[in-house]
């Protein structure tokens, strides 16, 4: 069984430019969500996808988009990028336990440097 | 809005002695409890989950309890070893996401 994987592992960026992160999910997971985690800090829910829809979002503004896709693979896109932007990037899949509980099962993260 | 709070923030304990860590949060319509590891610069490393109608759930030397009406959860490391030298998150799940606390890093000294 495949775990989690991001790609990629790092990325550095120059203020306003774009960036697109990857993510797949563990196999037979359905719904994939990301976060962002700032140093010293807990994560922070940024949205949530399943079977291709969004199904939930944090307090991110409309720069950050996302996608998922057939595969149940999703992306990260981060539009007109701000030095707050720099973060580590996490993606988590969801395994539908049969009392109807999430367990998330992340990934190994992207961390992205804005400067 | 769920507000989740790690204390302490840090400790430092000699190896052999049992860790105490403590998890709150605000709003106790939760539907299950996670703890997870993180070493420095990784990703998260799912220890526990506990659901809203457990009290504790444990794995080897990690036990973690809920009482989900104080709104409060402990994870107890028994006989701890340098290699449990990390931060330890925790997380409530409802409304789709889960909530973190900022967590509490560890070292274990030898």
């Known amino acids: 069984e495949t775990g989690v994987t991001q790609s990629p592992t790092h990325l550095i960026k120059t203020r306003g430019q774009q960036v697109t992160l990857r993510c797949s999910s563990q196999?037979?997971?359905?719904?994939v969500s990301w976060y962002q985690q700032a140093l010293g800090q807990g994560p922070q829910f940024i949205f949530q996808?399943?079977?291709?829809?969004?199904?939930g979002r944090g307090n991110f503004p409309p720069r950050f988009s996302g996608l998922q896709f057939p595969n149940y693979s999703s992306e990260l896109n981060v539009n007109a990028l701000e030095l707050d932007d720099s973060a580590l990037y996490l993606c988590?899949?969801?395994?539908?336990?049969?009392?109807?509980?999430?367990?998330?099962?992340f990934g190994p993260g992207t961390r992205l440097t804005v400067t | 809005k769920q507000e989740v709070t790690q204390i302490p923030a840090a400790l430092s304990v000699p190896e052999g002695e049992n860790l105490v860590l403590n998890c709150s949060f605000t709003?106790?319509?939760?539907?299950?409890l996670q703890w997870f590891r993180q070493d420095p610069g990784k990703g998260l490393t799912s220890l526990l989950l506990?659901?809203?109608?457990?009290r504790e759930q444990t794995s080897g030397r990690l036990n973690a309890s809920l009482d989900k009406s104080s709104g409060r959860s402990t994870l107890y490391i028994a006989a701890s070893q340098p290699g449990d030298s990390a931060t330890y998150l925790c997380?409530?799940?409802?409304?789709?996401?889960?909530?973190f606390g900022a967590g509490t890093t560890v070292t274990v000294r030898a």
């Open positions: 997380a409530v799940f409802n409304d789709y996401k889960l909530s």
């Open positions: 709003d106790s319509a939760i539907y299950n």
């Open positions: 506990i659901q809203s109608s457990q």
């Open positions: 996808y399943y079977r291709e829809e969004e199904n």
């Open positions: 196999s037979g997971h359905n719904t």
């Open positions: 988590a899949s969801s395994s539908v336990r049969t009392s109807g509980g999430y367990e998330q099962y």
